[in-house]
């Protein structure tokens, strides 16, 4: 049986989700944003332009894949962010959600219909 070893790079966040596209893995976290690592998970550097800034905090609470380069991610407080370059910068996609405090977030591959879950209700919006 193997043991489970501590990833050092995210010890100190609390991480709510992970999510690995393309080798990439992404890091969901209370109040610090997305951060993401290339190499296996050795290291982990914060992916967040257009997300947060360095002064607001940003509690990420789902990660999902639409496709190889583009990530859906839920926030508490500012809603959905869509990724089309693999993390690097991120844009509010919250056309028809009024309740920003999202839980989790799904994309349906086959319908492409996004699914976020709020206290107030589920949106459902077209992928476009």
Known sequence: MKRSIRISGLDSLEVWDFATVNNITYAGT???GIFKSLDDDLT???SNEGLRTESEYVTVTSITAV????????????GLFISKDSGSSWHGYNGGITDENLWTSFYDHKSKIIFSASPSGIYKNKFR
């Open 30 to 32: 209370y109040a610090y």
């Open 44 to 46: 982990w550097s914060a």
């Open 67 to 78: 496709d190889a380069k583009t990530i859906l991610c839920s926030t508490l407080g500012k």
